[in-house]
């Protein structure tokens, strides 16, 4: 798919039909997010993968956006393993596990995947729910299928402002 229709087309889905993810899709997804770009190519990013209905009720008990989704992405960073910029008031760790999830929220429309991105949810419990090490955060919950028929955007999803209201040239 051209770029810039993936990117003008995908929305976040909020229902999901009962048929699983082909392997061989989100083998894509997850290499998507294995080849993002990270601060010092540090790679700080972990994926974990909840397929399994054990899995899944550990999601449906952290957050209620799981939406039927057969698949959902659990995307944390090992907050030892960061960079920490200049000044030390930041680091790497929410950047890179962001870009890394947007990685794979674009390469699942690409592959003809619908997702959501979630962060309805408390990343301490998330963490302890699904068992993560201590030193992980838990930085967003990414579900991933094939949209339900019947699914559609939300109505304000093709409204953006004006490159004019969000850009400034210095």
């Not at 659990?74 to 890179?96: L, M, Q």
């Amino acid at each position: 798919m051209e770029f810039t229709d993936v990117i003008k087309n995908r929305y976040s889905c909020k229902k999901f039909a009962d048929k699983p993810v082909a392997k061989e899709l989100l083998e894509a997804v997850l290499q998507a997010g294995r080849l993002a770009p990270t601060a010092k190519n540090l790679q700080e990013q972990r994926i974990y993968v909840a397929e399994s209905p054990q899995s899944l009720a550990k999601i449906d008990k952290i957050t209620p956006c799981r939406y039927g989704a057969p698949t959902v992405l659990v995307v944390a960073f090992n907050k030892h393993n960061v960079f920490t910029y200049p000044g030390g008031k930041r680091d790497s760790g929410v950047e890179d596990a962001s870009i890394v999830a947007t990685h794979m929220l674009l390469a699942a429309a690409n592959a003809g995947l619908d997702s959501c991105w979630i962060n309805y949810f408390d990343p301490d419990l998330a963490a302890r729910e699904l068992g993560l090490p201590e030193e992980e955060e838990v930085l967003m919950l990414l579900d991933l299928g094939h949209a339900a028929p019947d699914a559609a955007p939300m109505p304000t999803h093709a409204s953006r402002k004006e490159l004019s209201e969000t850009v400034v040239y210095l």
